[in-house]
């Protein structure tokens, strides 16, 4: 299934004005989108209560947010009085009484190993505040971790065409314990859409700029953590696996849709235009062993060394 990620709708993408987030959002619903990601830190706030304003005019959505990232990162802060304080934002900004999904958004390692966390959140779900709870990870470990948890629902982490190691062990251990895959930075970055060179520049509000080396956050969620002129070379090896009737970014979304455990995808857009493409990619033609192969092959040969070590 192919979601919407609603990151660029608050910030670290350049600036969306607020007519052209809720047009990305409209058209996600009327392309048949129903699960959209967002985070209480994204804009502070703004991307939430974007989505928040979508809930008004439209039912049968599923919404997935996050929250722990807009406080230092220390194990001692993920606590229930916190969540409970998260909570009443995030319920606030998006206008429900019950959040379908809240993740942990890629916390300190240690807070997936505390039993305290997952009570408290097992006590959000008592009090009716959310559903369903899961977590967002920087690594296989931490996700391995948290799939071993008996009541977590999903493990959100980075998965595409650059990011291999998750198929190891994490989705098999998923799709055993009955856990739910979210597939985030899809694309890279944007990297895999392929409409990138070297000579494509980026706003110093763009994460893409200021995060190359890790300055702000988890160097992992930029470029996947792939030296931008490394993939820019494993995107042109890539292109001729791409079938006529498909883009670049159509066909790398395919590749998630593929790999079995994987329960939704989602890319970002920032405009109507992306997200009917982006939705497209679910009626192309599942991809061959062929092309399956093709992919680990380019990735065995550029990326691993940069990136499989690492998350």
Known sequence: MVGLGAWQLGADWGEVDEGDALAVLNSAVEGGVT??????????GRSERLVGQLLKDHKGLTVATKMGRRVEQRPENYDLDAFRAWNDRS?????VDTIDLVQLHCPPTEVYSTDEV???LDTLVQEKRIAAYGVSVETCAEALTAIARPNVASVQIILNAFRLKPLDEVLPAAVEAGVGIIARVPLASGLLSGKYDENTTFGEDDHRNYNRKGEAFDVGETFSGVDFATGLE?????????????TMAQFALRWILDQPGVSVVIPGARNPSQVAGNVAAASLTPLGPDQLSAVRGVYDDLIRPQVHNRW
């Open 35 to 44: 699960f959209i990601d967002t985070a209480d830190v994204y804009g502070d």
């Open 91 to 95: 319920r606030e900004n998006l206008g």
């Open 118 to 120: 997952f009570d408290a």
């Open 234 to 246: 494993a995107v042109k090896r890539l292109v001729p696996l791409v079938p006529e009737d498909a």
